[in-house]
Structure formats: structure tokens, C-alpha cells
């Protein structure tokens, strides 16, 4: 059954426009990787964050587990839907592959599953763009507008890391949430030490 299920959707064809036989197919396994891709990043993420810093009971606690990593999963899944059947679409409308085609397409699935502001959705949209400026970095970079000595990448790092302490210290509500936990755990529970510690390993494991 599964092999005559498979034929016939192979009929929609594409007829050289994509790179793959199917676009349906295509679009199918799209989503069902990125709602595999999505709650392999979030599950582990989710799990020790909220065990380190989230308060509560431990049912609130998994509750919470599922719901950032079906939420990251679903919304993964559903862009790609999006990306690829945006893109397949404008490669046979024009017939060819141009840039301005996976441009549009990644606009319109980020619109529609990554344009709502929550935790989940700031985190990837930040994500993602520390990796689209870098990749911009090394665009220019490739065609010889620029160049990246050692010096710059290291006052592009200082760069970084000195302004997020300064908004963390001084414009912290400006943070996301996850960042500020961490960065109080690293920067402010350190100047705390335990007055009841009965010896110096106690200080290591609090």
C-alpha cells in the first residue's frame, strides 16, 4: 500500500524546476524533519534550564518542558512546510531558481511562524541572525570588501561581550529571561556565599 501511495505521489513531478522529484513528498518530509530537528534542540535546552533555574512542582516543571519543545517543534515544522512549498511554487511559476525566490520564501514562512513575539520565537530569531550577520561577514569577506585579520575577530568578540554585560548590568529588563538566568547565576549568585557552609566543598556545590 505504501509503495502504491508513494508511486502515485511521485506523479506530481516536478519536471526539472526543483531539485527533487516530488515536490510534495518534498514538502511532507520537510515538515516531519523539522518537527524532528525542532524537539532535539529544544527537549535537552528546556530540560536542564528549567531544572536549574524555573521554580515550582516538578508536574509544572515537565508541563513546561513540553510545552517550549512542542512549540519549538511545531513551529520549525510548519516554516519549513512554508519555505518549501513558497519556494517550489516560484520555481515553476518562473520556471528557474533565482536568490530573491529563497529570500521571499524564507519572509513569508518566518511571518507566519516566527513573527509573534514569545521566549521561544526571540530566542531562534536571535539566534539565526548572529548566524546571518556572520554569514554577511564572510560574504563581503569572500568578494574582498572586507577583510577578518585576528585583531577584528577579537574586537568583534570584546565588542559583544562587552555590551551585553553593560545592558545586563545597567538595562537588564532589556534581556531575554533565559540570558538574564544565567548571566545572575554566572555574575550576581557569585557575589553570595553560604554562611552555613560547613567546609570549603560546600561553597563548590551550591
Known amino acids: 500500500m505504501s509503495v502504491v501511495l ?54 509544572e516543571k515537565i508541563q513546561g518542558i513540553f510545552d517550549a519543545t512542542f512549540q519549538h517543534s511545531r513551529n520549525l515544522a510548519c516554516y519549513v512546510f512554508i519555505y518549501k512549498s513558497v519556494r517550489c511554487l516560484l520555481r515553476h511559476i518562473f520556471n528557474k531558481n533565482e536568490g530573491w525566490h529563497a529570500f521571499l520564501a524564507g519572509f513569508v514562512g518566518a511571518a507566519c511562524m516566527f513573527g509573534q513575539e514569545n521566549p521561544i520565537n526571540s530566542q531562534i530569531n536571535m539566534y539565526v541572525l548572529s548566524r546571518a550577520i556572520w554569514g554577511m561577514v564572510r560574504t563581503a569577506e569572500k568578494h574582498g570588501k572586507i577583510s577578518i585579520t585576528p585583531t577584528a575577530f577579537m574586537m568583534y568578540g570584546a565588542t559583544v561581550w562587552a555590551i551585553v554585560l553593560y545592558l545586563f548590568e545597567f538595562q537588564e529588563n532589556t534581556l531575554q ?30
Open 6 to 59: 508513494k508511486d502515485a505521489l511521485m506523479t506530481f513531478h516536478c519536471k526539472g524546476a526543483c531539485p527533487h522529484d516530488s515536490c510534495f513528498l518534498a514538502i511532507i518530509r520537510g515538515f516531519r524533519n523539522g518537527a524532528i530537528y525542532g524537539a532535539r534542540i529544544r527537549f535537552p535546552h528546556a530540560l536542564v534550564m528549567t531544572f536549574l533555574f524555573n521554580q515550582g512542582t516538578l508536574r
Open 177 to 206: 529571561k533565559s540570558l538574564i538566568q544565567s548571566m545572575t547565576y554566572l555574575y550576581n549568585d557569585s557575589n553570595k556565599w553560604p554562611t552555613d557552609a560547613k567546609n570549603v566543598f560546600d561553597w563548590f556545590r551550591r
